[in-house]
């Protein structure tokens, strides 16, 4: 691709970067995988393993012992099979249309989730004999069998003959709290359906991040955490257990003093109450640190919080660091935006969104660290976006 | 990089899809030039052009005459430098900390924009001879030389010998709202520190796109339109003159029927109210279709009007077609997110942001098809991210 690349630059000398940590994702799933036992564990590595590198992340996962691998997008599956050639992959968006061809060509599974699904599955040249997943609707609404169609399926006689399952598998709405009613209502719905259309011996799953801390009755045969790798709290309201994945940092571009009542930013949203020192930022939304939060998010300049003061730009965004210490707030000094203090979770509430978005709006420009799964110190590697 | 490749599978089986039209965009710039005139013209093609694609987009601007182009970071100059070899680049986000030498060695120009970086840049081996920006803040507080700046280098005699300045610039924070006083006084302030600075024969810019139809006033020697020449209303509140230059089309993946008092997605937080027709679309935030759109975004479905209903997830969306016809709401059909009844500006006020936001998230997982600038039907090409 033509735009950025790291290695145009030596890291130190970059304007910000994104450290991933794969040691700590490593254990992560280590720590999922404890839990859930004797349930096995699949990673979720869609939308580019939610943003942080689907080629680095994959493979350190696989190295910790992951074999089944959940993408949504079809190409998703494609690129991880390159590389990754001995791995289930299933690909949880279904069939998409017109597609059918390219799932077994390259030993995708496909999750099925409705009779069109099914019946184009069919109609492939291997008449449906390569593996296939299924959903089941069970209060999404989103993906799966709707309960309409389980009862169409129950009235054939033979409804799913010829298809080779391995997997039969549902989503929970509300699995991120562990209060909510519908959790059971939707695990009695699944195992229901998963009776009437005679799959309760085919290996079974319902619970993503939040699900496999809902204790092992929702567990079944496979657990399929994606956030929870990556560090964010799997549960809502509750202490996370997680390790933290993702360090985001920036560099000072300059600190400007500024006298009482100077504005800051487009539309002149924020006005100085004092003299002020503000430092100007390299990263904006266009690296995914929403617009949403101006005048809200806050930083971290070693221990000291220092709010965005202004809207947010494109590339740049403005921090009030009066009351940082000289030596700190100083131009090329770096900001942790996400970092010990100040984690992707809280980043995301300042944002009045998710971990997940944030994670998966993380922009290419940034310069990107890997620190590796075995945690030797000072071999990080850059990696090409 | 890992992640899709669009060349792994036909576009007509995507899916979902970005169009970009070249010739709206070569169009767009034409029409700022002849308003512009005798100003000249630099197109502003930071954050991988507005996130539709640097080298795409910076062809297509070249061969409709612009020769001077701004980027925002020193990677993206560097990125641009092997696209156009005789372009004048200018790098927006000024003097990055420590990285002085790679400007001259690729024929970029910084726009400096604080006493520190002109110092930094005087210690570079060419001695600061290189061209160089400059930019003067007049109201942003962000980047650019400070009130106080101005006066220091005001006391020196002979302030700023011995660079090369081949523009001084500053950056409205009002340009889009004609009706905003700062405007006239951000002109003032930016006139009379050239002034005072002995600039005031140096080729001077203060207009991006809100600026560049503000009057002539405002367009000094060179405007820099970015959002404009990407479809984006320059001014808040008034018919937009520019031609649309993005379609974003995502494929329905299912449609289901459900009863009246179904919950729809997580948290369940919508809830039908009739029994309807939902259909789910392969498009999510990851894809950069904000979040912030769950229950409030609308699509097209040919000509009809379909809301987003539950909330907006990763990988996917929901759709309420109950009211549109069943020929148009399949399995398999094109919706349009942003299109010709839905524009990018549209969407992103249902979401809160603006459209600037919205370009620069658009997602890499679309089939990207460019329509050519010489418009000929039929002739779009694939093209990497």
């Not at 939707?186 to 290996?203: N, T």
């Not at 504005?263 to 100007?280: E, I, M, Q, W």
Request: charge should be neutral; hydrophobic fraction near 45%; proline fraction near 6%.
């Amino acid at each position: 691709m033509p735009t950025a690349e790291p290695g145009d630059r030596p890291s130190d000398t970059a304007a910000a970067r994104l450290t991933i940590d794969l040691a700590a994702l490593a254990g992560n799933f280590r720590l999922i995988a404890a839990r859930a036992a004797p349930a096995a564990v699949g990673a979720a590595v869609k939308a580019d393993a939610y943003g942080l590198g689907l080629a680095p992340v994959a493979t350190a996962l696989h190295s910790a012992g992951a074999r089944t691998f959940f993408v949504a997008w079809l190409e998703e599956g494609i690129a991880l099979r390159r590389l990754l050639p001995d791995a289930e992959i299933l690909c949880l968006n279904g069939l998409a249309p017109g597609a059918a061809e390219a799932y077994a060509a390259h030993r995708l599974t496909p999750v099925l989730g409705s009779l069109e699904e099914i019946a184009e599955w069919r109609a492939t040249s291997h008449g449906g004999q390569a593996p296939a997943g299924l959903q089941i609707d069970s209060g999404m609404a989103r993906l799966g069998l709707s309960a309409e169609e389980v009862d169409r399926l129950v009235a054939y006689r033979k409804p799913l003959e010829g298809l080779s399952l391995t997997l039969v598998m549902s989503h929970l709405a509300s699995g991120d709290d562990p209060a909510d009613p519908m959790n059971l209502a939707q695990r009695a719905s699944f195992e229901k359906d998963r009776g009437r259309l005679g799959l309760a011996h085919v290996r079974s799953s319902l619970a993503a991040s939040g699900g496999s801390f809902l204790g092992s009755d929702f567990h079944l045969d496979l657990v399929r955490p994606g956030a929870a790798l990556y560090g964010l709290a799997p549960l809502a309201g509750e202490a996370n257990l997680m390790a933290q994945v993702v360090r985001l940092q920036a560099k000072i571009l300059q600190v400007r003093r500024v006298d009482r009542g100077m504005t800051v930013g487009y539309g002149a949203t924020h006005r100085t109450t004092r003299p002020s020192r503000l430092a100007t930022i390299s990263a904006g939304y266009a690296d995914g640190y929403p617009r949403s939060l101006s005048n809200r998010g806050h930083a971290c300049l070693g221990s000291v919080r220092v709010p965005v003061v202004g809207r947010v730009s494109m590339d740049l965004l403005t921090l009030d660091v009066t009351d940082a210490p000289a030596d700190l707030a100083r131009r090329g000094a770096w900001v942790d935006l996400i970092g010990p203090l100040h984690s992707v979770d809280a980043l995301a509430t300042e944002a009045g969104t998710i971990g997940y978005e944030i994670l998966t709006a993380l922009g290419r420009r940034y310069a990107r660290h890997y620190l590796p799964v075995d945690g030797t110190p000072g071999s990080q590697t850059g990696a090409a976006p």
